[in-house]
């Protein structure tokens, strides 16, 4: 018997072991399996068993069988291998992003003491002599055992020494990492179960008044909580550890160690108290009709239409009978939100998965999953993986949104597209919601591809936020308009404008940055009232940090990245200059590189600035920023979003995580600082990216009593996408953009596979992407765009080249240019000249 196995490698095909005859009754497919390649020893999972013997080598036997039952379950073997196919990738790489890492094991290195060796170390130093001598002892010793007998870290070249000198050699073995949370509970002897003789001991008790005080504070507990923790014991009553130790001495209280859930569960009950409105009735029963006809529905309801209910409808339903929900979301951000909800109607039904959750506890509902005990998962792309037993409904809410395409590393999937596959497996139902869709799949809906329900009411009939375009182009701040805050004490090169000459027309530098206003009078106005009315605002800027560059205000050079081609953005948190793509930080620059000159220009603004200017104009008003620099932990999401919920933030100012699908009732104002960052992209989705979040971020306001306004304040006030936004008319805006994608030949009308070539060396990588391009050339010159160096050349110190493929919506076309781009990667990987360049494809690149 052989078994191709998938170890989590970037290898082209599966690797074929043989089964020893001991396993070959208990292996099963979807069970994890050690196996050895070139020395080191990997976790890894059966893909097919088989009794073809490999031509072309002689395979190795499995080292060991570490599952009795299946960890994976077929349908997921079978959406491993499309995700592999579909997205140009191994399903090594499908495993490294799919498994909890407690499941792929670590290799742990091991020292075995050579008897041939003998016992004459006197040819050793000193600290070879007593790792010798401990080897000889055990026989096998771990690096920590190393480093305990040497008492330090620095092990490693005495181990290389003793190799060398043939005393000992290495060997890999695996080691689980996974271990179980485990809680101390307080029992009492089963003797004192009968009244009577517990009576008897109270009544009777001697001395140690304290002891007896603990007894009856753990017989009030267990009979108010039933279980009694060790923990929960000693807080309750004060007692200390001696006292519960006398009580156990006694013989009268017992202490049991017991496996405990890391996340805590509440009961498992369905409890729906609320109805649906008659438009989202009308879109429940639409939804279930469209579903007898296709698997695919989209859910195209305006912001706070109620979609959240109209889906917690289809959930109910799906579980009544007997079934499991996926709830995807693309951030984690939402998911505190959306899980209070869930949990009110579901209980204990439901679980969350996502990065955020440590390795054992993504290992503990992992197992809940496969088993069927958790019902509903909500969670981030990465729960498409999850081991469902019987899954019957995807809810993909925001389904529009591009942080469900995973970018680095592969696997480069799309979890909404994903899902659908997955799906199917299952004969399940998919859902996607969006107040935008993505024009795919809106075009896919209206096509009759996918079925199509329209909610396009707000709940409680409340009427659509007012929109207002302010032109900042025409903004002329007089000196009475808004108090300039003082600049930033701690680095004097960042100033707050140009030069001193340029103030005596009196203009307000403090509000605005070379030009740019950070509030216009029409929105420092707006927001003055909301605030007076009781009303919390919002202020949407899709730049964190302080300030995204700096100009020497004589040369005007940029302090950029030393290993990416971009500027460097100011965190006056930190001080420190930051590269937003590769994370390295530099010290402030005082003096320019280019000219010598000590003072520098700000411009732009980022969140970090506006939240500092808020708090200089509006004293009174308590102030928050949510970007990932201010909600980096575990619970920051949703500490954060809870106090807004509650009223205890005013203005929030954040990125995109304020604008996807979260539900605040009390916001009235919605400001979009900076609309010309948000319009201006080198990228064929630009006008969809904008209106998407231009209808998101309004949709916050007027939720409950339809008095919302919005203020975007923009330069380019001729763009076409603003007006769709005013309107609301998303209709309108997917006729105009249909008819562009449709000239130039984009999705829906194509597919996209983009080709990235990456190297250290701006020549080879150049000359590896026109050789790669001229081949394909050959086949599909028509489709092809490029090579041309991106918008960021040069990114981690690695130039960058890209090429595009438009290729028409027919399946042989798509697989015999996937086929094609394997094969010109492989030609030009085993050139010697540009064996060391990283070509990367995307297919549906977003």
Known sequence: MYADVIIPLALPRNYTWSVPEKWRDQVKEGCRVEVGLKNKKYAGVVRRLHHEKPEAFEPREIG??????????????????????????????????????????????????????????????????????????????????????????????????????????????????????????????????????????LNNW?????????????????????????????????????????????????????????????????????????????????????????????????????????????IEQAIRQGKQVLYLLPEIALTSQIIRRLQKHFGGHIGIYHSKFSQNERLEIWNKIRTGELKIILGARSSIFLPFQDLGLIVTDEEHD????????????????????????????????????????????????????????????????EITVIDTKLIRFAKKAVAAPQPYKGADWLRDDAAPEAREE????????????????????????????????????????????????????????????????????????????????????????????????????????????????????????????????????????????????????????????????????????????????????VNERAFQLMEQVSGRAGRKDGHGHVYIQVANTGNPVLSYVKAHDYKLFFQHELGARQQFGYPPYTRVIQVTFRHRDKDAVQTAAQFFANNLKKEFGGYLVGPAEPVVGRIRNQYLMELMLKLPKDGQTINFAKHLIQQQTAIVQNSQKWKSVVIIPDVDAI
Not at 162 to 175: A, D, R
Not at 546 to 562: A, H, K, M, T
């Open 64 to 201: 060991n069988l570490l599952d009795n039952e299946p960890i994976l379950h077929p349908a997921q073997l079978k959406l491993w291998e499309w995700i592999s196919n579909y997205y140009l990738c191994s399903e090594g790489e499908v495993m490294a992003a799919a498994l909890p890492a407690h499941f792929k094991l670590s290799s742990e290195t091991i020292l075995v003491f050579n008897e041939e060796a003998g016992d004459d170390f006197s040819h050793l130093d000193h600290d070879e002599y007593m790792v010798a001598e401990a080897l000889q002892i055990k026989k096998e010793l771990k690096l920590s055992e190393v480093q305990q007998v040497l008492d330090s870290n620095h092990i490693y070249p005495v181990i290389k020494r003793l190799i060398e000198k043939k005393v000992c050699t290495v060997w890999e073995s695996l080691k689980e990492t996974y271990t179980a949370k485990t809680e101390n509970y307080v029992l009492l002897n089963p003797e004192y179960n009968n009244e009577d003789k517990l009576a008897d001991l």
């Open 206 to 314: 001697g001395r140690a008044p304290k002891q007896q005080e603990l007894l009856l504070a753990y017989l009030h507990l267990s009979r108010i909580e039933g279980e009694v923790t060790r923990s929960e014991l000693l807080k309750k009553s004060g007692a200390s550890e001696a006292q519960l130790k006398g009580l156990v001495e006694k013989n009268i209280l017992l202490i049991e160690k017991r496996k405990v859930d890391r996340i805590k569960y509440s009961a498992r009950d369905v409890s729906i108290d609320f109805e649906l409105t008659p438009a989202q009735q009308a879109a429940f029963e639409q939804i279930n009709q469209a579903f007898q006809q296709r698997s695919v529905c989209l859910l195209h309801g305006v912001t706070s239409s109620g979609k959240t209910q109209v889906y917690i409808r289809q």
């Open 402 to 465: 591009p942080s469900y395409k995973q970018q680095e590393p592969a696997p480069r999937y799309n979890a909404r597209d994903a899902a659908i596959y997955y799906a199917s497996l299952f004969g399940a139902r998919v859902l996607l919601g969006s107040a935008t869709p993505s024009v795919e799949t809106y075009y896919n809906a209206v096509s009759g591809k996918y079925g199509l329900v329209e909610l396009m009411e707000r709940y409680g009939q409340v009427q659509m936020p």
């Open 506 to 685: 009196g203009p307000d530098t403090g509000s605005r940055d070379n030009g740019k206003p950070i509030l216009s009078p029409e929105l420092h106005t707006a927001i003055e009232h909301s605030l007076a009315n009781g009303k919390q605002v919002i202020l949407f800027q899709n730049r964190r940090g302080y300030s995204p560059y700096q100009v020497c205000e004589v040369c005007g050079w940029i302090p950029q990245c030393r290993y990416c081609d971009v500027s460097l953005n100011f965190h006056k948190l930190t001080n420190k200059l930051h590269c937003h793509y590769c994370g390295t930080v530099y010290p402030p620059v005082n003096t320019c590189a280019a000219c010598g000159n000590h003072k520098f220009v700000q411009r732009n603004f980022g969140t970090e600035r506006i939240e500092e200017y808020l708090e200089e104009v509006f004293p009174k008003a308590r102030v928050a920023r949510m970007d990932i620099d201010s909600v980096r932990g575990k619970t920051a999401h949703d500490s954060l979003i809870q106090q807004f919920e509650q009223q205890r933030i005013d203005i929030l100012v954040g990125t995109q995580m304020v604008v996807k699908g979260l539900d605040f009732d009390n916001v009235g104002l919605v400001g979009i600082l900076d609309g010309d960052s948000i319009l201006n992209f080198a990228d064929f989705r």
